[in-house]
């Protein structure tokens, strides 16, 4: 029966299913079992002695709160918007009401076994310790190599930073845990649990020793400085005034290695704040807050905050919410069509608040009473410094929270409470001068993981260390910053607008440049991986690719504080037909088969991206030739750290990627290929400082290819048609930025956001600029941001453009068909979009007089990741088709400027409107000027609430449009328009 624990004890913490197909079933369901198994032996030992049990006064009282607590946590669950997922828990998490009930049958059931069978607890804490060594040893090679997590598709990945078991490259090493935090807790309260066990003589001093020896690097490896934190907090209450050198020690060491942990972070040093420093948990307690002031008494349900997320995440909107699937949830959107979002955590990463948001404050309460209660009994207890493994948990759960992969180390060990241990003074005099010896050697293991740890951490990862030793072997030695041949160091942002326009380029280490001739390796990508590891560890530079033509097979991957840059350009102003950087990168080519299954996808469309996209900062790519690889750089937009990107210099062609719903083998050929309308040639999401500029888009494709007998299916008739269909490397963005989220960004934004409930469109730094796009589908540019420039872009369309499908691939194209071709659509405050050049045009489509509803010059729209409109100013653009703020309901201080809008590809639509009405509600705004504009069209201004400061002032027409506005808005002193009355109110939508 000793073996049986030991093993069961074991497993608790180290069982995964390497077959699973969620992180759920993976890494959360194994060791809940074991629990179950465990709760199953307890029973049927109690059963035997069911006849000579005690059951003291104290187990009584904790069954009572236990029942309290459960009750509650079940009226919680009863009323929650998705009882199933409370009862259950979330996959991952598996903290559900069911497992709170199973931690109940744990803790009171081995409360009596070791009361009953006081023999037992040696095996439990021997168990526990020899799980944790084999965690302990599992994280070693997964620094080494990140894509161990010792699943069955170990080593796959479905993105250069992603497993296909779903881990994140950031969130190792995770041992044989879902993420870092989850094993870092563990192996804490693991070597607390192996000083109490060796103290109480329940442990050896050889398994204790080689848990320590092994637990304290681990944990230091993890770089979780609230595990660090936990385990120095339990040392002093274990040592108390007594060691008080020891403790100062430990202390010291701790706080050394949490704040190397902190500033090995991409911190913002020109504007430090305890958000960055707790690593953004701000935004989930904001969150949590929110949802408990919503529902106080009972929360929404165990793992609350996900439950609650699609309701709180815009306090304006309460949506009809359908399903809640483990990380996203489907919800009925404003076209009455089912759309999916997002939902970014089902925690609010501390206890009190995850406690709340889920079970209310009565549950709060009750949790409180049972947590305090076991508490003070663990403190009573004749075992010593048991209590010390619960408030490690408690002080870890004040930035993170419980999970079913661990609670149930806490809980037992408050199950020994009510145990009686004997000892002896004797053995305990004895027991506490041997302590101070075995403290001594435990702080000298920690000194040295502690320095060992920090070299991991500031060089990424043991395979610099290889990086690092390789550089001495071949001729381009290292010598502090750059190779031998090096490149140029000047910092070609300054070079062309000035060291004071954008100084935080100043932060990237320009002048530490690695040329990629001074590297060897097997691939060009593996000379390049070198290369850019070299530079990482040396804290950052520039891979320099001297002219020539570079044939990568695959994607490849920056690093933070790592550009990548080309020889410097004879023609050096992309906007020129002649600009030709002689430094190109060539990407495998998509060849078609008209036949069968057709060529896999995988044989091309390579993207360049980064490894850690929510962190690295002070990345770019200058002066290249990219054939057939897009740069996409997408950080989460909401929760995002990193900045300090640039893009410059960049020629970029033969950009594309299927559709991943065409084909539907429902109806259409295995073969047929659809290019995905949502790609772009420059992708990005950061926290701040972006800058996008001189770079020529989509000026030489040749890879573009057609599709005889490509099926589609009419959306009114059912019927199938075929057509000849283009795979076009054209028809999507130029430039995205800070417009992007899971799935299509149409759908995952609040309509006309404030920066409340979408943080992400109001990024600062923002510039795209001096750049010549063409693009026959979506914009060439879309942008949000507070402080967005948008300045002296070329925007190129095809005058003669026909397409046969609707936006899917999948259906015919009918009159009302949009593929929202536009030349820059931006949203956020403080915009500046000036001195523009754009053509625009619409589709005619099939052989049909009718084109395509789009066809937008300057436009922001309500939705679609719009915003609203606060001090905005289009000056000096010159055009075919319309500036329009569209069914924006909250307009404040806008300028329309010097525009000169000669033609209109929207026929009788006004060339300049600024409308506040929406569909469904009139709204007012304020001081919005139209003035001095040259349009050969109408202009329009209309908010049918009122509204102050408003004018269309010395505009030029050509006697071929009108002026049409509210009443409120003053018209004056226009040439060249037939004038209309003014319009003192009309209906929302019209009229």
């Not at 400085?225 to 040392?235: D, E, H, Q």
């Not at 165990?302 to 483990?326: C, H, K, M, S």
């Not at 999948?810 to 009159?815: F, L, P, Q």
Request: proline share 4%; hydrophobic share 40%.
């Amino acid at each position: 029966m000793k073996s049986l624990y030991t093993i069961l004890f074991a497993l608790s913490i180290i069982l995964i299913n390497p077959w699973g197909s969620s992180r759920g079933i993976i890494w959360t369901s194994p060791k809940v079992l074991i629990i179950w198994l465990i709760v199953g032996v307890n029973l049927a030992l109690l059963w035997e002695q069911r006849k000579v049990l005690t059951i003291s006064r104290q187990w009584k009282i904790s069954l009572i709160l236990w029942t309290i607590f459960l009750s509650i946590g079940a009226i919680s669950t009863l009323h929650s918007p998705f009882p199933l997922t409370s009862f259950l828990g979330q996959d991952q998490m598996g903290d559900g009401w069911l497992y709170w009930l199973l931690i109940a049958a744990f803790t009171l059931s081995n409360s009596l076994l070791l009361i009953a069978r006081p023999q037992l607890i040696n095996s439990q804490f021997q168990g526990l310790l020899i799980g944790g060594i084999i965690l302990s040893l599992s994280i070693f090679p997964q620094i080494i190599d990140w894509r161990i997590d010792y699943t069955a598709t170990m080593g796959k990945q479905i993105r250069g930073d992603v497993l296909a078991s779903s881990i994140f490259q950031g969130q190792q090493p995770i041992g044989l845990y879902s993420h870092r935090g989850h094993a870092a807790v563990v192996l804490a309260l693991t070597a607390i649990t192996a000083i109490v066990g060796w103290f109480w003589r329940f442990t050896n001093t050889k398994l204790t020793a080689i848990t320590l020896i092994l637990a304290v690097p681990a944990l230091l490896l993890t770089s979780t400085r609230s595990a660090i934190v936990a385990l120095i907090v339990a040392c002093a209450y274990l040592l108390g005034r007594q060691y008080y050198k020891i403790l100062t020690g430990i202390a010291l060491m701790g706080t050394l290695a949490a704040g190397i942990m902190t500033l090995n972070r991409p911190l913002n040093w020109q504007k430090p704040s305890i958000e960055q420093v707790v690593s953004s948990r701000s935004p989930m307690w904001e969150l949590a807050a929110r949802g408990i002031k919503k529902r106080p008494l009972f929360g929404w349900g165990f793992d609350g905050l996900g439950i609650a997320y699609p309701y709180i995440r815009n306090p304006q909107v309460t949506p009809r919410v359908v399903n809640l699937n483990e990380f996203t949830y489907d919800y009925i959107n404003i076209k009455g069509e089912i759309s999916t979002r997002e939902i970014p955590t089902y925690k609010a990463h501390n206890w009190i608040l995850d406690t709340t948001v889920s079970v209310g404050i009565l549950g709060l309460i009750g949790g409180i009473a049972l947590w305090g209660y076991y508490l003070s009994l663990a403190l009573q207890s004749s075992i010593g410094g048991i209590a010390a493994v619960a408030i490690a948990y408690l002080v870890f759960a004040v930035t993170w929270f419980d999970c079913a992969q661990y609670a149930h180390i806490a809980w037992w060990t408050l199950s020994f409470a009510a145990v009686r241990y004997p000892c002896s003074q004797d053995n305990e005099k004895r027991r506490l001068i041997s302590l101070q010896v075995q403290f001594y050697i435990f702080l000298g293991i920690f000194i040295v993981s502690l320095i060992g740890s920090f070299y991991v951490t500031n060089f990424n990862n043991i395979n610099n260390f290889i990086v690092k030793a390789k550089s001495s072997l071949f001729p381009g030695q290292l010598l502090g910053c750059g190779s031998s041949s090096g490149g140029p160091t000047d910092n070609p942002i300054d070079s062309r607008y000035g060291k004071q326009s954008y100084p935080w380029t100043s932060e990237i280490k320009w002048t530490c440049a690695y040329n990629i001739q001074d590297f060897q390796g097997g691939t060009l990508i593996d000379r390049f991986n070198f290369a850019r590891d070299i530079a990482a560890a040396n804290g950052g530079g520039v891979v320099y690719f001297p002219a020539g033509t570079y044939e990568f097979p695959d994607s490849i991957y920056l690093k933070s504080g790592v550009v990548i840059r080309g020889e410097t350009p004879a023609m050096t102003d992309a906007k020129q037909t002649l600009y030709n950087p002689q430094t190109k990168f060539v990407f495998p080519k998509y060849e078609p088969q008209l036949s069968g299954m057709g060529s896999p996808n995988s044989t091309a469309f390579k993207r360049i991206f980064t490894e850690n996209p929510n962190t690295d900062s002070n990345i770019g790519v200058v002066n290249l030739d990219i054939n057939r690889s897009p740069i996409y750089l997408l950080s989460n937009l909401d929760y995002s750290q990193n900045r300090n990107i640039v893009v410059y210099g960049l020629r970029s062609n033969n950009v594309a990627e299927p559709s991943s719903s065409v084909p539907d083998l429902n109806f259409q050929l295995a073969w047929q290929r659809y290019a995905n309308p949502y790609v772009a040639n420059i992708k990005i999401n950061a926290l701040a400082n972006v800058l996008i500029a001189n770079n020529r888009l989509n000026d030489s494709i040749t890879d573009n290819y057609q599709q005889p007998e490509y099926q589609v299916k009419s959306g009114e008739t059912g019927a199938i048609a075929q057509y000849d269909v283009r795979f076009d490397y054209s028809n999507h963005f130029g430039i995205l930025v800070n417009r992007s989220k899971a799935g299509k960004s149409e759908e995952n934004f609040v309509l006309a956001a404030e920066p409340s409930a979408e943080p992400g469109l109001f990024r600062k730094g923002i510039a795209i600029r001096d750049n010549w796009v063409y693009h026959t589908m979506r914009a060439g540019i879309r942008a949000s941001g507070n402080g967005l420039v948008v300045k002296n872009n070329a925007i190129r369309d095809d005058a003669r453009k026909r397409w046969w499908t609707d936006d899917t691939g999948a259906g015919v194209a009918g009159k009302n068909t949009s593929f929202n071709s536009r030349a820059i659509e931006w949203a956020g405050w403080n915009v500046l979009i000036q001195d523009n050049e754009f053509q625009v045009y619409r589709h005619q489509l099939k052989d049909s007089e009718f084109l395509s509803n789009d066809g937008g010059g300057i436009v922001i729209h309500a939705c679609c990741g719009g915003t609203s409109v606060r001090q905005a100013e289009i000056v000096g653009n010159t055009g075919n088709s319309y500036i329009g703020i569209s069914q924006v309901p909250r307009i404040r201080d806008v300028r329309i400027f010097g525009n000169k809008l000669l033609s209109n590809v929207k026929g009788d639509w006004p060339l300049i409107y600024v409308n506040a009405d929406t569909e469904q509600k009139i709204n007012g705004m304020q001081n919005a000027i139209v003035e001095n504009n040259t349009v050969k069209g109408s202009l329009l201004a209309v908010a049918s609430q009122g509204g102050r400061g408003n004018a269309i002032r010395n505009n030029s027409g050509f006697n071929v449009g009108s002026i049409k506005s509210s009443c409120h808005v003053a018209v004056s002193e226009n040439k060249g328009f037939v004038s209309f009355p003014c319009w003192r109110r009309r209906n929302a939508g019209g009229g």
